[in-house]
């Protein structure tokens, strides 16, 4: 279609390794989308994570699923602040504002999610586009931008919209019909607004055959003639023909004939049944079981390998036929015909993971929670066209005479290699032949209209230098996390210790102080950029990277310093799990300030840029080495032996009789119901008002505090609509109105309307 300079699969990696656009990367059966997957997760400078919808998928991606990465309630999700409760009383639908209230993520999945570039989600075109928007939502939560799609993060999209499309039932529809002209992925509300780049591969490595590949793209892009069925019936064969056939695979419509089929055929042989449990161990849930807990085997059993070989022999693949020769124990041995040998398989592992920041590094990791180990084959003398995706045979009976669902044809029949392979049990109708209108026409909109793939790539480039220059030496939002931060703590920060008390102050100070020329700054480099004086602009970038580099390790020794003196103390969790994001935003900001002046000249001379992990292990290095520095200070430092709390005393202060975990709250609940004032409470407890006041939230939150009592009824009314429209974000409510509410009252109105 156009003249391109590299073929598409690295053209796909450069727009993932120098843009921030969202990309669709497709390709008709066997063009390689599962090897750029595995290749690019080793190549890209970005911190990605790897998602899927379903379990199996997601084992198969070696990622997790959306609904455990994102905590998504099972359900639809409409892209709305409202209540469920407005479009329906089905308790399976859920909003932003449900997410918000019911769902909440947890801090480590906010760190995770705070510490990427890149998402990468497989098998996209399982994917509903109500979860999509799911995903954006939660994005643009946790990096507080809500102008840009899933929060500024870059989405790679994988799939084939002309295999299976996504389940949706009647009920769930009829309510998300109201936001959505189909359930595909390409229609979530989060793509609207900047579109992808679709990029799809043309090289087929699967079949060499001329004319099956013919066949396979005429009913993949629903173009099937009258010849094309004719021809395709050729290899129709009898019932006496089938049975003569001996191990091949039967790929049948649904579940219950392909189940029947293998329990039958098993039930037929002659030989004794073994069972072989897996072995699991820890957290590896029934939903992500890549095969049935029992393996139930026989001698003489038709099976297929469901993984490749994970040993460096690379002695069968996922998808690859063999039959079972021997049981001894346990010991199984299948014959492989291709190779005519005997080969005793072996246990393979499968993982449970999840994504993590390492304490003491502060980068992102993958955690193994859960394993599941079994010898690495299921039955197969038959399996469902869905289950075959991703598979491939040499020969197969193909039984599609009852296809139901879109593509259900074309996936059976690509899943063969050749011609040769393929037998047909029933014959090919054209009613059952159809592809997806929606999936066909958003095709056909998006290549009809997109741009040629390297003038995109050029332009998208483009894009991404201007908001690296615009957005890499912006130090906004983490100085507005410390100011957040000292405002919430500022009663706990009144420690005992001055140079711990001006800590955090010193290092907004050595952050804010440079606000205003760092603007400068970056309008200079894009004006630069504009005028084309590149020489100019790389000289600027390279001496401010190196400055600002400095800057920010001076700042993050004295953070780990801070955090080192507070680790002495108790009563510190909070504080310090606080503290902990302020540092991943630090380093964050710290790694894109030394990538910048390496990634904006890679770019503009068309080079690959690669991991740059010489840049990564040097910042992880340095925290490594200061934090240790910071721990053996403070360890030599007599200063921190005064008292258990490091917090300041009253010179009032009094031994005073231990309470009970809770009676301390009851009293001031009571003085509440006596109709004393916050201050006059605050008096008689001798206690800092933002303590009083956290205990009356609290009672209102349990109804035991009378919210009026403090809040006019015109106050409640007008911040409940506030913290309605800001999903319940007291943070952002504060920061628009900082004049007519406080945060306190906010607090108390939220937890007022949480009991409501």
């Given amino acids: 279609m156009e003249h391109e300079r590299t073929d598409r699969l690295e053209l796909a990696a450069h727009f993932v390794n120098t843009t921030n656009s969202p990309i669709f990367l497709t390709g008709k059966a066997g063009t390689g989308k599962t090897t750029f997957l595995r290749k690019l997760t080793s190549l890209t400078h970005k911190n990605h994570i790897i998602i899927a919808p379903t379990g199996i998928a997601a084992l198969h991606a070696k990622g997790v699923t959306v609904h455990s990465q994102f905590l998504l309630p099972f359900g639809s999700f409409l892209p709305t602040k409202e209540p469920e409760g407005n479009f329906s009383g089905d308790g399976n639908f859920y909003t932003q504002y449900t997410l918000n209230r019911k769902h909440p993520l947890n801090a480590a999945r906010k760190k995770v999610l705070n510490s990427i570039d890149l998402i990468i989600i497989d098998e996209v075109s399982m994917l509903r586009a109500d979860l999509l928007d799911a995903i954006d939502y939660r994005m643009k939560r946790v990096k507080q931008n809500y102008d840009e799609p899933f929060g500024g993060v870059q989405v790679l999209m994988i799939g084939d919209l002309f295999q299976l499309p996504p389940i949706v039932k009647d009920q769930e529809w009829h309510v998300l019909a109201k936001f959505y002209n189909t359930m595909h992925f390409f229609a979530a509300k989060a793509l609207q607004q900047v579109g992808l780049v679709y990029v799809e591969l043309n090289k087929i490595f699967r079949q060499k055959d001329d004319i099956f590949i013919d066949v396979l793209n005429h009913l993949r892009e629903n173009r099937v003639t009258n010849e094309d069925i004719k021809f395709l019936n050729t290899y129709y064969k009898t019932p006496e023909e089938i049975d003569k056939l001996k191990e091949v695979i039967i790929i049948t419509t649904h579940n219950t004939k392909a189940e029947n089929h293998n329990k039958n055929e098993l039930a037929a042989l002659k030989s004794p049944i073994h069972r072989f449990d897996a072995k699991i161990d820890k957290d590896f849930p029934e939903s992500l079981y890549p095969i049935p807990k029992t393996l139930e085997i026989k001698e003489g059993a038709q099976i297929m390998f469901i993984k490749n070989d994970s040993s460096r022999n690379a002695s069968y693949f996922n998808g690859k036929m063999a039959m079972v020769k021997s049981i001894h124990n346990d010991e199984i041995t299948v014959f492989l015909k291709e190779e005519k040998s005997d080969y005793i398989l072996r246990r393979e592992t499968w993982e449970n993971k999840r994504y993590i920041i390492n304490e003491d590094t502060k980068e992102l990791e993958e955690d193994i929670i859960g394993t599941f180990e079994q010898f690495p084959i299921k039955l197969a003398w038959a399996v469902t066209v869905h289950k075959s995706q991703g598979l491939t045979f040499d020969k197969a009976i193909i039984d599609v005479g009852q296809a139901f669902a879109p593509g259900q044809v074309y996936v059976a029949l690509s899943r063969l290699r050749s011609l040769d392979g393929l037998a047909l049990r029933t014959r090919i109708q054209p009613h059952i032949i159809s592809s997806d209108p929606q999936a066909v026409q958003f095709t056909k909109q998006t290549t009809d209209h997109q741009q040629p793939l390297d003038t995109l790539l050029e332009l998208h480039q483009k894009h991404y230098i201007q908001k690296l220059l615009s957005n890499t030496f912006d130090f906004h939002k983490l100085i507005l996390s410390i100011e957040n931060f000292q405002k919430e703590h500022a009663s706990t920060m009144v420690f005992e210790d001055e140079e711990m008390r001006m800590a955090m102050g010193l290092i907004h100070q050595l952050l804010k102080k440079e606000e205003e020329n760092t603007y400068k700054f970056s309008r200079q480099l894009q004006h ?111 200063k921190f032996t005064t008292n258990k709390t490091g917090r300041k005393k009253s010179k009032d202060d009094k031994p005073k009789m231990k309470l009970e975990k809770g009676e301390t709250y009851e009293i001031t609940f009571q003085m509440s119901r006596e109709g004393k004032s916050i201050q006059e409470i605050c008096e008689i407890r001798n206690m800092a008002k933002s303590t009083i006041e956290s205990h009356l939230t609290k009672g209102i939150a349990q109804g035991k505090v009378d919210i009026n009592q403090y809040l006019t009824h015109e106050q409640i009314s007008e911040a409940a609509v506030l913290l309605e429209i800001e999903n319940g974000e007291i943070g952002e409510v504060f920061k628009k109105y900082p004049e007519k509410f406080s945060y306190t009252t906010l607090r108390m109105v939220a937890a007022h309307m949480a009991r409501d």
Avoid: C, W
Wanted: proline fraction near 2%; aromatic fraction near 6%; charge should be neutral.
């Fill in 528 to 638: 630069l950029l504009y005028k084309k004086d590149l020489l100019f602009m790389m000289d600027r970038l390279e001496k401010g990277s190196d400055y600002y580099s400095s800057l920010f390790k001076k700042v993050l020794k004295k953070l780990l310093l801070h955090q080192a003196e507070v680790e002495q103390f108790t009563q510190t969790k909070k504080y310090l799990e606080e503290i902990s994001e302020i540092e991943i935003n630090l380093l964050r900001k710290l790694n894109e300030i030394m990538k910048i002046s390496t990634l904006v000249p890679a770019i503009l001379n068309g080079e690959e840029i690669g991991r740059l992990s010489s840049i990564t292990d040097s910042i992880t290095q340095l925290r490594i080495s200061l934090a240790h520095e910071a721990k053996q200070e403070v360890k030599e430092n007599p």
